[in-house]
């Protein structure tokens, strides 16, 4: 298949180049066009009120990439009227540095945004996050985003996964359905990990940022929220926990409906 990827991590992620390593290894054809800083948690969000810059780089992908100085959504939108010059069959966005799971965690997701940009340009289109451990997470940050070996392993493993459910759930998916495919890889994730069909967990996450500073600012507080949904049918978030890669269909075509 012909492949549009982006992610909301950069374009330095490891995840993105493991997932982009593992999508290329399968024979599928990519163009890769990734934010030039991290862009996590936020959401659709499109650069209106500035300009937005495009280059094309190399970064050992042996395919066409760009990076550009704005959001996920900005780059699929930039990508399909101005850099590849044939259209993709899907886009691809990820792999997110953590979890994509639970309503709270999907509307604020730029990974999630980026696949939802693909499917406004009639696409269909995959979000593929990985789950981690908030030592995992902690160790990543603190070491320049390079993985252990544990988390080498794992990303590689997911990015296999993935190559497989890309070409099974594109086949799958009418173009113009206004359908995102949101999967989550558990942490670690292992050849026989089994393929869960899941729904969003339904999550409260009120209190996101610290007491006002002596500057008057506020700072982002990261925490998982409470769950609140009942126990059928599975949920993404319980589906993690149980070793469980999964698989959410998000068919905004539904919203609104009785």
């Known amino acids: 298949m012909r492949l549009l990827i982006t992610n909301d991590d950069g374009i330095d992620c490891v995840f993105l180049h493991e997932l982009v390593f593992g999508l290329r290894a399968a024979g599928h054809e990519l163009a890769v066009v990734a934010p030039k800083t991290e ?13 937005v810059r ?3 780089v190399d970064r050992g992908f042996d395919c066409p ?9 900005d780059c699929v939108n930039i990508a399909l009227a101005h ?6 069959d899907a ?3 990820g792999m997110n540095m953590g979890l994509n799971a639970s309503l709270g965690f999907l509307l604020a997701s730029g990974t999630v945004a980026g696949a939802f940009e693909g499917v ?3 696409l269909p289109a995959v979000a593929f996050s990985q789950d981690l451990s908030f030592e995992t997470y ?22 296999v996964h993935a190559a497989r459910l890309v070409a ?38 009120p209190g996101l940022f610290s007491p006002a500073q002596d500057d008057g600012t506020h700072r982002f507080v990261f925490h998982l929220g409470q769950d609140l949904s009942p126990t059928e049918p599975l949920t993404d978030r319980a589906a993690l926990a149980q070793g469980f890669i999964s698989h959410t269909v998000l068919d905004y075509t539904r919203l609104g409906q009785p």
């Open 83 to 88: 850099l590849v010059t044939v259209r993709p």
């Open 91 to 93: 886009v691809v966005s």
């Open 138 to 159: 902690d160790r990543l940050k603190d070491h320049g985003g390079a993985p252990d070996a544990e988390l080498g392993a794992t990303l590689r493993t997911s990015a």
């Open 65 to 73: 990439t760009w990076i550009v100085d704005g959001t996920p959504s």
């Open 168 to 205: 099974e759930f594109v086949a799958a998916t009418p173009a113009r359905c206004f359908t995102v495919h949101n999967v989550n890889f558990p942490f670690p994730c292992r050849p026989d990990s089994p393929l869960r069909r899941t729904v969003p967990a339904r999550m409260v996450i």
């Open 120 to 122: 406004l340009h009639g």
């Open 54 to 56: 495009s280059s094309k």
């Open 39 to 51: 862009q996590s948690w936020i959401g659709a969000a499109k650069s209106r009120h500035r300009p």
